[in-house]
């Protein structure tokens, strides 16, 4: 299956989605996976961190799990020169065996409210377990 398909797969038919970060886990929901243009003429590298092409896969997802919030200046590009790779996992149904999905992303940017924490993710690579 090649990733277009995967992508594609993954964002009709994804079962739930769990954000990993270092040994806590934190539970998605209102998934969005799109597939749209960067703001960059050519591919490059961003910020020295990751590579981007001209488009890249968003994610964009909700969690309830406040405590997130203490993790985020590590997590994204600002501040910091270095910033984590993320893995969301869910689980996809391939020929009848279900498989876990890895999407490894960065955080592009946030915003909480008192209940929840919005990611704006860019989705680097994708991988079938």
Do not use: C, W
Not at 77 to 93: H, R
């Amino acid at each position: 299956m090649s990733d277009e398909e995967l992508f594609a797969q993954v964002s009709q038919h994804g079962k739930s989605y769990v954000l990993h970060v270092d040994d806590k886990i934190f539970n998605l929901e209102k998934i969005s996976l799109v597939k749209s243009t960067i703001p960059v003429r050519k591919p490059t590298t961003r910020g020295g961190v990751y590579f981007t092409d001209t488009t890249a896969y968003k994610m964009k997802a909700i969690t309830h799990d406040l405590s997130i919030i203490e993790l985020l200046p590590n997590l994204m590009l600002g501040p910091n020169t270095e910033f984590k790779s993320i893995e969301i996992k869910t689980v996809l149904d391939v020929n009848g065996t279900q498989k876990e999905i890895i999407l490894e992303t960065h955080v592009a940017n946030t915003m909480n409210t008192k209940d929840t924490v919005e990611l704006n993710l860019i989705v680097d690579k994708i991988r079938l377990d």
